[in-house]
Structure formats: structure tokens, C-alpha cells
């Protein structure tokens, strides 16, 4: 295990992301974790991540001084490189010079970070503090014109510092200094692969169950599907899922779930189907504020689960598919994004009656989840699946819901997915969509007017869903999709493709 602490940079779950692609089992804390804590975990090396904070400064966040006699390696990158010099005896200061963006480093490349790079490197360079001096017993093993110590070293001590952000992918050969790092330095086996990982996981899941009943909710996504199937490998029928169709699900989205998690499917569960769409559209007729959907839909989706959970009757876990970003941004791990609280962390239901909660995914990231999902034999539509949201397409629906323009939504979109997902992987937005308008104009088809709805198309790109970009389609994707929806889809006399940017616009029309 490799242990990334935290002091509030903006990559750091990439810094744990990258040390697990290397194979190397990471995990993150933040820096005021109890030195005897992460002692306790027998890590084999240390991460100090970048962070907002002057390292001179008296508030800024430290770290216990007896970290670094501990004798286990320590890379320091950013904030953490410019803390490790400032606490043993170096000088940071503001530069006077802020570097920003990619920078060409010059690198000694007999520094075991640096095996088989090439002396001269770009890396990513974002900081307005540097390091004046490196502190004594450190050699300088990197520089720039703007930076005397952008890396150094006290190969004695096992202690290295880079000025630089080696996760970050502009920095070229960014993963092979991690991995000299995990590999060179912390002596690392290498041995974490997602397959070892699916097996013991579900070792561990089978004894923690014993006999016990599991109940999941199942919605169909990557999260709680891979969940159920790790839960389906290891105590079969012990594990009852509850998937609910309200209604506003995608076209066919209902059988694909239930052909894999149902009766004749490739696991031997409880499955319950719930048809629970007129409910759903009960309660959403004549309604078109925006928030009131949402949390009429939430509202009612608890009742449904209770109603549900009432009949399968007291169970001993409650299975959740939370997922190690959310772990590590509601606060539970790292530092950085104490800001949000999760949903899916913390927050208990109180409308089954269960004893524990368990999460067999909580120590992976979005990747490494659809990874497991391959190992357990999900199908592919299922582990690449785009994000969908729990409101479904209420919230692509403008205004009030009702079936006709579900089927509508439905329909249009299933076209532009279809469009889509001729180009390559590389070339696919990271969320696309159809959404219906509430807008009606005038058409001509055949000889007749027509006075239908307008179907918005959206396609963006983006990391962290926070912001997003619109996705640059070649032309023919978009108007053969246009073409495609006016000529197969009833009500639909108009096609517009949406490009706005989020801000100011969300991914989402509502
Ligand atoms: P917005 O529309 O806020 O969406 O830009 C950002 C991302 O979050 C998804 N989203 C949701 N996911 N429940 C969810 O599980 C929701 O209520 C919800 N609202 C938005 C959206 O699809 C996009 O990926």
C-alpha cells in the first residue's frame, strides 16, 4: 500500500488513480490523520499531495515532524515538496516568478525518480511559492530557468520532493516518475490487480455475510449493478435486488437490466422488477416545476422501496454502491472536498429494516469499477454506460411529464445514442442525450402543416461533470441523427443541437 495525504490539492485523487494503475494499492487520508493511523497500515511509501496553502505560514496545514525518521520513502509534490524542504531546514518563499502551465525541466536522470527519462522534460508546473534553498542533506535533481529546486532528494532518508505535478497527464512520462517512485524507491510488488482484487473482495463479502440477507437497490447504473453482481458472486440467493421502473427510464433500459440481474439471467438471485410507472406519472401529472419534479420523484421512490422492502420483510445488510471518489469527497478520507457531502455516504435510509450496511466498492474509483464489472461478467452496455440521473427523463422533459412524452424523448434519444456510438470510443462525448423541449413550432410535412415539438440534442465533454464542454461532432453525426428523429419519431418536427457550455448552462435542462 502506498498512502496519499491530503493537503487539499485539486489532483489528488488522480495522484491515487495513477498509483493504481501502477498496481500498487493506494489509498488517500488527509494530513491531520493521526501519524499512529497511517503507521498502522504499514504502508510502503508516502504521497504528500500539492495544495492552496504558503508552507511558512503559521496556519498552514503540517504534518507531525516524526514522519520523516520513520524511515518509510516520501515523495512530496507541489505543497508537499515545498512543506518537506520548509520543515527540514530549507527555504520556501513566493516566487518571483509565478510558473503556470507546461514548463520544460531539466532532470538529473541518475535520480532513481527519474530512471530512463530523457534530461530534459515537460512537466506541469502550477505554483506561486517555490523553493529557494533545498533543505541540508537534499541534492537538487531538477530545475527550471524560473525555479532552482524544481526536485530534490535525500536518497539517504528516502525523501524526494517535485516541484511539478507528475499525475497530471500534460506531464510527459508523468506515470513512469510515479512508478520509479512505487517501483525504484518504495520497492513496491506491483501485485494489486483488479482480478485478485474482485476475488478477495468477494472472500471477504462471503465472510462478513455468512448466512445473513442482503437487500439492494438496483438501479441499472455502473455503481449498482457491479455491486449487485459482486454481492451475486458471492452469496447468490442470500441477495434479493429491488430495481423500480418509474417510468422515465431510457428506451429498453428496463429489459437490459432485467435480462441480466432476472429469471434465466447469468445470476442466481432474488430479482424483483417493480412496474411502478403509473404511480410515477400519477403523481407527476400537471407538474412542470422543476425542483417540485425532482422531489416528487425522490419522494416517491422511497415509498416504493418501503413498499417493497415491506414484503421481502427485516434483512441484516443494506448493500450501497458508494464508490471511492465519494468516500474521499464527503470528507470520510481526504482533504480536499469536505465541501460536499455524499449521498450515498453517511446518510442511512430509515425505511428498511436491516442492521448493517454494506459497500463492496467502496475502495474503487469510476474505472476500476467498470474494470470489476468486466471481471464479473457484466456486459458491456452495462460497465460503459454514460451517467444517467435518478430522476431520469423527468428532468429532459421540460415541464410537465406525461407518457406520450416519455415514449417521444425516449425514441429521439435512443436514435442520437445510436448516431453516436458509430464513432470511435475516443471521438464520444462523455454525456449525450436527447432532451424534449416544451416548445412547439410550425413544420410542413408532406403538404400538410404540422405544429409539433422541437427535440434538443446535447453532447459535452468533460472530467469531472462540474463543468463541461460542448463535444465538436463531425456534421453528419448530428444531421443524420436530425434526420433520423423527424422522419422516425412521431411529434417531432424540429431538431436543435444545444451549445451551450456548463456554466452557464447545466448538463441537464432542469
Ligand atoms: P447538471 O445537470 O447539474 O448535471 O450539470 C451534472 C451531472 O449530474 C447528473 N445529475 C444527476 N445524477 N441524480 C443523479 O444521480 C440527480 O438528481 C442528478 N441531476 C444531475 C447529470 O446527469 C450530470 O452527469
Redesign the pocket.
Known sequence: TVIVLDFGGQYNQLIARRVRECNVYCEIYSYRTDLAKIKAKNPKGIIFTGGPNSAYLPDSPTIDPEIYNWGVPILGICYGSQLMMHMLGGKVCKAPEREYGKTLVDLNTDSPLFDTLPAQNVCWMSHNDYIEQAAPGFEIVAHTPNCPVAAAQDKARGLYAVQFHPEVLHTENGTKILRNFVYNVCRCAGDWKMDSFVENSVKALREKIGDGKVLCALSGGVDSSVCAAMLAKAIGKQLTCVFVDHGLLRKNEREQVCEVFGEGGQFDINFVCVDARDRFYKKLAGQDAPERK?KIIGEEFIRVFEDEAKKIGAVDFLAQGTIYPDVVESGLGGESATIKSHHNVGGLPDYVDFKEIVEPLRDLFKDEVRQAGRELGLPEYLVARQ?????GLA?RIIGDVTPEKVAIVQDADAIWREEIDKLPMAQRPS?YFAALTNMRSVGVMGDERTYDYAIALRAVTTTD?MTAEVTILPTETITTAANRIVNEVKNINRVMFDYTT?PPA???FE
Open positions: 425532482r451517467p444517467f440521473p435518478g430522476p428532468i454525456q461533470f456548463k447545466t448538463i441537464e
